[in-house]
């Protein structure tokens, strides 16, 4: 079904279904059709039904906390990307602090735009067995692919950002540029030379002159200078951009020390060789979005290497879930030809008891915007049914879920406290983690027209505990990656704000034969179901909200008995 979007498929499914309905003309309305959502009623005994969906689940933007709509990308869209998202540049703006003589200056990649619709296909497999009328088992195994759409954008307007690639990393990841390799070079080099021999000649026959008198720190002070050059102009992937306020500063400064060493290069017999090259150059222009997916991926200096920021594509197998239900108040006491024609009030009371694996996948950890197929967490459920049936066209069922999960070790990059989405590798570990206990409500109203078609409006209430991650504090650090600092990285950290309360509506149609299969005008019974919900509130920390459209089929199938 993967080949037809979900739009298609919706319509398509309503259509048919309202055709059915009005050939098929009126009829006794009954409660031979379950509807969508969920129930109190039990397979009946010696039937198998067999089911499969194929659900859509889109989303682009979560509630974040406090009920606020954000786009999903928001993490790693910022005005001014720098050393707050990306610590490893903390080096690079000390250098450029020196080397401009400005302690507060900070440096930025400029602005980055990422946005993504996730897009999680999901086609379970469901297996129930009626053992009597009032025991039914069964078991769900779901396939699911996950696509996450990504735009990533980096410097939309082309103006934004002080910093961008090193032009002078001839053969590097970014670009091969050697004649700008040879002018830094040339121009840091002649300046070292110039300030050693200034200091030679201030302490030799320079010594006492007003000259050396008058610039007694040029020769530490340009050495300095030139060191810090060097640090940055040849060694680092990043550079002040050539028209910026940080390469105009660096570029007055150059200029002043090329001034002052090449008046001591005209004294004769200074022994000073003078500066005759022009500067550093700065990079070509603001980070561009190639360049920027080089530095998420390839840039050991930045310590980020993750996948780059484009869509991701999976297949995975979901969550197995086993299931139990047990049927114990009936007041059709499991006579289907009188649930088929009810009158009256009526009702059903049932229980369950569900476990589910952990077959399911987590993201990836590289992938900074990957979207899971299921939890990857086992989980013990606790379920109830209750009907309520109102004559022959009116019925509602209530459903409550609880899962309790169980704990199960994975691997993540923890986060900080912050909520910056650029997660550097060193944050990467295996911890255990216990999701939050989940409560589900869910309420479904529904009309039925006639024995085939009905109408139904549903209402969900999710809510889920804070979940607990457990592992010991470790350190990483002083290196490169970390900024020249020691970070201490805490696992607990990754179950801030992963609580969740959500509200979602929708409704479907459904059709059956089930009525016309028991009085021998259909060979094979089957229900055919639409369902559309979609988040309408969410609270916590990330709650997606979500647009779903399902279409599903059930089949039955009779083993034993009458």
């Not at 469901?126 to 759409?149: D, N």
């Not at 930045?302 to 114990?328: F, P, Q």
């Amino acid at each position: 079904m993967g080949c037809f979007p979900p739009r298609f498929l919706r319509f398509a499914g309503i259509g048919a279904i309202i055709a059915v309905s009005v050939g098929l003309g009126g009829g006794l309305a009954a409660q031979s059709l379950r509807g969508v959502g969920d129930d109190a009623l039990t397979v009946p005994a010696g039937t198998f039904r067999v089911g499969i969906d194929a659900t859509w689940t889109l989303f682009s933007d979560v509630y974040g906390p406090g009920g606020t709509l954000r786009p999903v990308g928001a993490a790693l869209s910022t005005d001014s990307l720098g050393v707050r998202q990306i610590p490893a540049l903390q080096p690079l703006q000390s250098a450029l602090q020196s080397l401009t003589g400005a302690p507060g200056m900070n440096l930025s990649l400029g602005k980055t735009l990422v946005s993504t619709n996730n897009r999680v296909q999901s086609t379970p497999i469901q297996i129930e067995f009626g053992v009597t009328h009032w025991l039914q088992i069964g078991v769900s195994v779901p396939l699911v692919k996950t696509r996450a759409s990504v735009f990533a954008r980096a410097n939309p307007a082309g103006t934004e950002g002080n910093v961008s690639v090193n032009p002078a990393q001839g053969g590097s990841q970014f670009q091969s540029a050697t004649p700008q390799y040879d002018a830094d070079t040339a121009f840091i080099n002649q300046l070292s030379r110039a300030a050693v021999a200034v200091q030679s000649y201030c302490a030799g026959a320079g010594a006492g002159s007003t000259q050396c008198t008058n610039n007694a720190s040029l020769g530490t002070s340009a050495q300095s200078f030139s060191t810090a050059l060097q640090q940055v102009y040849i060694a680092s992937a990043l550079v002040p951009v050539g028209t910026s306020d940080i390469q105009a500063a660096i570029d007055s400064r150059s200029a002043g020390f090329k001034s002052a060493l090449n008046s001591f290069a005209a004294i004769s017999g200074s022994g000073v060789p003078a500066v005759t090259a022009t500067g550093v150059v700065g990079a070509f222009g603001p980070l561009t979005t190639p360049q920027y997916q080089t530095l998420v991926t390839s840039d050991t200096l930045v310590g980020l290497l993750a996948d780059s920021v484009n869509m991701i594509e999976r297949w995975h197998v979901g969550d197995i879930e086993a299931s139990a239900k047990v049927l114990l108040f009936d007041t059709f006491h499991g006579d289907q030809q009188a649930r088929m024609t009810p009158h009256g009030i009526n009702g059903r009371v049932a229980v369950g008891a569900a476990f589910r694996f952990p077959t399911g996948s987590t993201p990836d950890p590289n992938a900074l915007l990957d979207v899971d197929a299921g939890t990857h967490s086992g989980a013990v459920g606790l379920r109830g049914y209750a009907d309520l049936l109102l004559g022959s066209h009116f019925w509602t069922s209530i459903v409550a879920r609880y899962d309790n999960p169980l704990g199960s070790d994975v691997t993540l990059r923890i986060p900080d406290s912050t909520g910056n989405g650029y997660l550097a590798a060193y944050r990467r570990a295996t911890v255990h983690r216990t999701l939050g206990k989940m409560i589900e409500m869910e309420a479904t109203p529904r009309w039925a027209f006639n024995d085939f078609v009905s109408l139904s409006l549903q209402y969900q209430y999710r809510h889920k505990a804070v979940d607990e991650y457990t592992g010991t504090p470790f350190t990483v650090g002083p290196t490169t990656q970390t900024g020249g600092a020691t970070i201490t990285i805490d696992p607990t950290l990754a179950g801030a704000n992963t609580d969740l309360t959500e509200h979602r509506v929708g409704g479907g149609l459904s059709f059956s034969n089930a009525r016309a299969a028991s009085q021998g005008r259909g060979r094979i019974p089957f229900e055919a179901m639409y369902l559309h919900l979609q988040t309408v509130k969410g609270t916590g920390g990330y709650v997606p909200k979500l647009f779903v459209d399902e279409i599903q089929l059930r089949v039955y199938t009779k083993l034993f008995g009458r």
